[in-house]
């Protein structure tokens, strides 16, 4: 399927994605989200930070930070099927720290009122959104809505990476092209190769990267 005909309803799309598979049948689904979770560590945020979860599907990885006693997490994605699944496995006394936000990140509404983020994470979006007018959308919303000294973590399928996910094309990315996008605001803290292996057993290669708004 070809994500960049306009006749493709992705908010269709990735809800049928969710209602098909359990989470941990899913292509991208991890265990534990030990690499963003690692880089997450180094920001050394308070854990009243407003941390804003990108196209967060059902990870894993807003369990943990709920886990690690983060107050203040906000979890967006196109699917509200996706984010009604998460959401229903959250322990009813952690429920008050978890905001949902349904909304697409190309063409935000509610999403721009998520201001004053001190992190944004982003693990296998970016990476769909295949037209110029959507990347600048997209990253014109995180260069406004994260604070100054807030970090970015953008994870996305590499160069040499699979050219598809979830039966759509994907844009793929190394570091300078997320720094280039960014502008000079923005200072690269770290950047890592990593290889995932999915549940079916097969290889991605991405790109993981942090930056710090200046
Ligand atoms: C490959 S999944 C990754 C999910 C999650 N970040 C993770 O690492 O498990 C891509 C996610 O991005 C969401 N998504 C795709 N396009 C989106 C958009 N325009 N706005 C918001 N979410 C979107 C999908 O619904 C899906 O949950």
Not at 11 to 21: P, R
Not at 103 to 115: E, F, G, H, I, M
């Amino acid at each position: 399927m070809k994500n960049d005909d306009c006749n493709i309803d992705l908010k269709s799309h990735w809800n049928k994605a969710y209602e098909k598979s359990p989470t941990e049948k899913l292509g991208w689904y991890e265990d534990v989200p030990n690499l963003s979770l690692e880089m997450i560590a180094r920001c050394k945020l308070d854990k009243n930070a407003k941390i804003f979860i990108a196209g967060a599907g059902s990870s894993t990885l807003i369990d943990t930070l709920l886990e690690q006693e983060y107050t203040q997490i906000v979890a967006n994605d196109i699917s509200d099927e996706a984010l009604e699944l998460l959401q229903s496995r959250i322990p009813s006394n952690k429920q008050k720290y978890l905001d949902c936000v349904v909304d697409d990140l190309t063409n935000p509404t509610l999403l721009k009122s998520q201001t004053n983020i001190d992190l944004w994470v982003d693990r296998a979006v970016v990476h769909f959104f295949l037209k110029e007018a959507e990347q600048e959308t997209y990253f014109n919303l995180i260069k406004s809505n994260v604070k100054k000294g807030a970090y970015v973590l953008l994870a996305a399928f590499a160069l040499d990476g699979a050219k598809k996910c979830s039966g759509l094309d994907v844009f793929r990315y190394n570091a300078q092209m997320f720094q280039e996008r960014l502008g000079e605001d923005f200072k690269l803290n770290v950047a890592k190769e990593h290889v995932f292996i999915n549940p079916n057993g097969d290889s991605r290669a991405y790109i993981y990267t942090l930056f710090q708004k200046k």
